[in-house]
Nanobody, 118 residues
Framework: VQLVESGGGSVQAGGSLTLSCKASGYYNCIGWFRQAPGKEREGVASIDSDGSTRYADSMKGRITLSQDNAKNTLYLQMNSLKPEDTGMYYC?????????????????WGQGTQVTVS
C-alpha cells in the first residue's frame, strides 16, 4: 500500500482546508491521523470498505470524510479550524483495523502533510 498526502498549509483560525490522500494497493480501511508537537499521534477519521465511518470527538462536526473511488483518493474537509488543530496530518490504511481509530492499529502510512492554524 502506498499513500501520498497533499493539501496541507497555513490557515487562520476559523478557516478551512481539504486534505487529499492518493492511495494504491489493497486495504480494507483508511483514515486520517494527526500528531501535534510533543503529543501522540491520534485518529481523526476513518472509513471502512463497507462505507462505515468514524470521527474523533475532538473534530466531530467540523470535518467531513469522503472518497473518490475512481481516483483512489480519500479527502478530509476541515472547517472552523482552531490553533489546536495544528500538526502533521497522516493518511494511513490497514487490512484489519476496520471500525477502529487507533494509530497503532494501522500498518501503512504516508509521509504526512503539515497543517498550521494561527
Amino acid at each position: 500500500v502506498q499513500l501520498v498526502e497533499s493539501g496541507g498549509g497555513s490557515v487562520q483560525a476559523g478557516g478551512s482546508l481539504t486534505l487529499s490522500c492518493k492511495a494504491s494497493g489493497y486495504y480494507n480501511c483508511i483514515g486520517w491521523f494527526r500528531q501535534a508537537p510533543g503529543k501522540e499521534r491520534e485518529g481523526v477519521a476513518s472509513i471502512d470498505s463497507d462505507g462505515s465511518t468514524r470521527y474523533a470527538d475532538s473534530m466531530k462536526g467540523r470535518i467531513t470524510l469522503s472518497q473518490d473511488n475512481a481516483k483512489n483518493t480519500l479527502y478530509l474537509q476541515m472547517n472552523s479550524l482552531k490553533p489546536e488543530d495544528t500538526g502533521m496530518y497522516y493518511c494511513a490504511a490497514d487490512l484489519w483495523a476496520m471500525g477502529r481509530l487507533g494509530a497503532s492499529e494501522y500498518d501503512y502510512w504516508g509521509q504526512g502533510t503539515q497543517v498550521t492554524v494561527s
